[in-house]
């Protein structure tokens, strides 16, 4: 199975500051990974995929970017709506499998 | 709208059955690939099971393989996952969820309580 480790495990930023999440998988996933948002007692959404493109809808303070084994997430001026927490997921290959997500929260 | 409505959840004991149904609307139901992820009390996401647009082919964890099955129904634009011999790892949130363009969850279902304790 391909494991994903995901940092920082949790986090906290200020309103209107620069945010980055790191996903590292355990073997090259050719860009095949999609970043999803959960806020409490809410099913995830999807936020990017195939490392880089930014779903329909999704705020452009979001981006993504990465190759091969490494990859991140960015948040550009941190809004109170982004509290949530964040989850990579991998599907190069069976197993699916996610990252253990990062909590941010408001400084 | 894509929706997807998840039902069948609840209180089953251990080494007892559950049925999951997703009844899913405002999209060709029978083009796309369809799965089960869950979700542990404060926990991770964790994917089950998919399942290719014709039933044809199907995928699973092994944690899950030879007692859980999905299936699904194009007619009724329903997917389903049966849970045999549950265990108590199996109680989490069953989150159904699409995927339209590529092999990443595009939209999920609101989500479904199943909790195995006796």
């Known amino acids: 199975d391909i494991r994903m480790t995901q940092s920082p495990a949790s986090l906290s930023a200020s309103l209107g500051e620069t945010v980055n999440i790191e996903c590292l998988a355990s073997e090259d996933i050719y860009s095949d990974l999609a970043w999803y948002q959960q806020k409490p007692g809410k099913s995830p959404q999807l936020l990017i995929y195939n490392a880089n493109s930014l779903q329909n809808g999704v705020p452009s303070r979001f981006s993504g970017s990465g190759s091969g084994t490494q990859y991140s997430l960015k948040i550009n001026s941190l809004q109170s709506e982004d509290v949530a927490t964040y989850f990579c997921q991998q599907y190069n290959n069976y197993p699916y499998t996610f990252g253990a997500g990062t909590k941010l929260e408001l400084k | 709208e894509v929706q997807l409505v998840e039902s069948g959840g609840g209180l089953v004991q251990p080494g007892r059955s559950l049925k999951l149904s997703c009844a899913a609307s405002g999209f060709t139901f029978s083009n796309y690939g369809m799965h089960w992820i869950r979700q542990a009390p404060t926990k991770g996401l964790e994917w089950v099971a998919s399942?290719?647009?014709?039933?044809?082919?199907?995928y699973y964890r092994d944690s899950v393989k030879g007692r859980f099955t999905i299936s699904r129904d194009n007619a009724k634009s329903t997917l389903y996952l049966q849970m045999d011999s549950l265990r108590s790892e199996d109680t989490a949130t069953y989150y159904c969820a699409v995927t339209t363009e590529g092999d990443y969850f595009d939209y999920w279902g609101q989500g479904v309580m199943v909790t195995v304790s006796s």
């Open positions: 399942i290719s647009p014709s039933g044809g082919s199907t």
